[in-house]
């Protein structure tokens, strides 16, 4: 059983930075890629940013391109968000997620399956 625990949120002032952690157990980790996703009141569930199985590549949302970070740490089982310059709309819940299946990409919303139970991220203005 796949399990996602997210850390690392809070309430923060437009302009600062937080760093997102995402433990990750219950699957061969270093085979899937990784997710972070963000869902606003009112809003779907999207996916912000993407790391493929090996880390070898990554996706961004445009809204958050040159200002969020998504990396990995296949052994220690961690996938991490850095963000900076936050600004009051990127408030929302944060969920860490797993891909469906092995060795894909990371920058398909549909393909994942797995879920954290989410961190809440506000930045006031």
């Known amino acids: 059983q796949v399990q996602l625990v997210e850390s690392g949120g809070g309430l923060v002032q437009a302009g600062g930075s937080l760093r997102l952690s995402c433990a990750a157990s219950?699957?061969?980790?270093?085979?899937?890629?990784m997710g972070w996703f963000r869902q606003a009141p009112g809003k779907e569930r999207d996916l912000v940013a993407g790391?493929?199985?090996?880390?070898?590549?990554?996706y961004y949302a445009d809204s958050v391109k040159g200002r969020f970070t998504v990396s990995r740490d296949n052994a220690k089982r961690m996938v991490y968000l850095q963000m900076n310059s936050l600004k009051p709309v990127d408030t929302a819940v944060y969920y860490c997620?797993?891909?469906?299946?092995?060795?894909?990409?990371?920058?398909?919303?549909?393909?994942?399956?797995?879920w954290g139970q989410g961190t809440q991220v506000t930045v006031s203005s």
């Open positions: 997620a797993a891909d469906s299946l092995p060795y894909g990409l990371g920058d398909q919303k549909t393909a994942f399956r797995s």
């Open positions: 219950g699957l061969t980790f270093s085979n899937y890629a």
């Open positions: 790391i493929m199985w090996s880390g070898g590549s990554t």
